[in-house]
């Protein structure tokens, strides 16, 4: 397989590109949605609550905090998450500058 050549593209074409990827996995999307609509750091309940086996939630649970969207702190001999909001934020404007700059004005 060739060189994907990102050097090319800029950095922010790159960090969208990156989070997109790691969107594109609808258990990393409920997981995500699960772990925002929750007023406290969760801890060890997304087994239950998506529907996958351990390991694979902490897959995906690494992919998702290789973006820098969650936050982890251990309690006794649990990894608890949460969301990290300046990153969130962050990626929410990345988003925004790019759906917002469509030229509306063809076909």
């Known amino acids: 397989m060739g060189a994907s050549k990102t050097e090319i593209f800029t950095i922010p074409q790159n960090a969208l590109a990156q989070v997109a990827k790691v969107l594109?996995?609808?258990a990393r999307?409920?997981?995500l949605?699960?772990?925002s609509r929750q007023e406290n750091c969760i801890c060890n309940d997304l087994v239950d609550v998506i529907g996958?086996?351990?390991p694979t939630i902490?897959?995906?649970l690494n992919e998702i905090k290789k973006i820098?969207?969650?936050k982890g702190t251990f309690e006794g001999k649990n990894l608890c998450y949460c969301i990290n909001a300046e990153k969130w934020e962050e990626l929410q404007q990345l988003f925004h500058a790019?759906?917002?700059k469509i030229n509306?004005?063809?076909c």
Do not use: D, K, W
Request: charged share 0%.
């Open 24 to 26: 594109a996995h609808p």
């Open 98 to 100: 790019f759906f917002g």
């Open 68 to 70: 820098g969207l969650l």
């Open 33 to 35: 949605q699960y772990i």
């Open 52 to 54: 996958l086996s351990q």
């Open 104 to 106: 509306q004005n063809c």
């Open 29 to 31: 999307v409920a997981i």
């Open 58 to 60: 902490s897959q995906h």
